[in-house]
């Protein structure tokens, strides 16, 4: 028999009671549990508070760069003074959207990044005004399945949003670029700077064939995995115009980028502080987002400019001397993005690499077999490597196939045990890098935040 939803006030009341509860009690920042418990009282709450937006409502969603897109749209968003609800803290299921929603307030703007299993559901519950495709790339196969799955589920909940709606769109992905074909109201982006591009797919590419009939894709430029500038030969299908591109992408290795980009209503230059091309996409995503919502252009560029990293994306600290960055690391399309930036600096790798398998990981780790660590032991660049994580005996396998000798590596499982080995190998001065999956990333924030090092991961920086 099912049971009569609470009212909202009393829904409300007893999800904001049991937030701070859990964060009295040292159980986490409450960025979950308030919403889970108001959807179990109230299973039509993120239906209504999505109404009382009176700007509407921002989805954002892909398998990486999400978290680190709806913090460069917030960027924007806060220059321009609007008043805004969003997951900061990353909690991007219906219970995330939900929690943040409870302490929605006066706000006039609501931004969310979405779970890609979740994005289908919270079209539908929230109505929104602008929803950002940015990528599918192969991720945690046990939870999603193959990505052909979320293809077609994402395909079925863009044909179901309504016509006014904005689908922004990475058109270097053939997936976004199909599933977003059909609606009438879209705003494409993509990378148009040959130099930063390669002429042939790498072995991990997701996508090789043409969606529409199959054919393998031809690709004229290939920037990251399977993106770049494609077309299918058989049927004629190709990369579209974009309408923010990128036409310069500078990269100053960890320091950061600048990019050249053409709008609509005319040119940018963005100086980056976050490193690397998946941020290049990041930042061409947040300004065609930003562009949706109608902001003003001009606030665009500096906006970006001044933002930081996300906690564990290309986030930076400093431990006796050594600087730390931690890079996540949860599939390979990012594992080999982030390789790719690192081999940019131009001093010797100290690496400390944390392999888990639960639940948020994914727990098939076979995904390490197409990342391309083979390139960190070229030119004899990796000073120390140490291995950490509930897998790490399964990553040292890795390293060992990539041609490392056994005795070059230190295997230490334990979290706290690991970055302490890792630390001993650096000198004040040196670099450390730290690749994480995201459940390590969590055990190696609160490791930091236990020491004084980091704050918690759900306060906003």
Known sequence: MKLPSLSPALAAGAARGAGHLSRRLGRGGGTTLPGLLLTRLRPEATAEMARSIPGGVALLSGTNGKTTTARLVRAVLDASGARVVANTAGSNLERGVATALLDAGDAEVALFEV???????????????????????????????????LVERWREAVAGLDQAATVVFNADDPAMAEIATGHPNTISYGVDDTRVGSDRLPHAADVTGCRRCGAPLRYGMVTIAHLGRWSCPACGLFRGHLDVAANRVELHALDGQRLSVATPRGPIEVSLRLPGLHNAYNALAATATALALGLDLETVGPALARRGAAFGRAERIDVGGVRVTTLLA????????????????????????????????????????????ELLLEGDRLASLTIGGDRAHEMALRFCYAGLAPHRLLVVPPVAAAFDTALSSCDPGTHLYVLPTYTALLAFQALLSSRGLAPSFWQDR
Request: cysteine-free; hydrophobic content about 40%; aromatic content about 6%.
């Open 330 to 373: 949860k599939n390979p399309a990012g594992a080999n993005e982030n390789i790719r930036t690192m081999l940019l600096e131009d001093r010797p790798l100290r690496l400390l690499v944390l392999l888990n398998d639960r639940t948020a990981d994914g727990k098939d780790v076979s995904w390490i077999w197409d990342v391309d660590y």
């Open 115 to 149: 779970d890609e299993a979740a994005l289908p559901g919270l079209i539908q519950r929230t109505r929104p005004r602008v929803v950002t495709l940015m990528n599918l790339f192969r991720d945690q196969l046990d939870r999603y399945g193959e990505m052909e799955h």
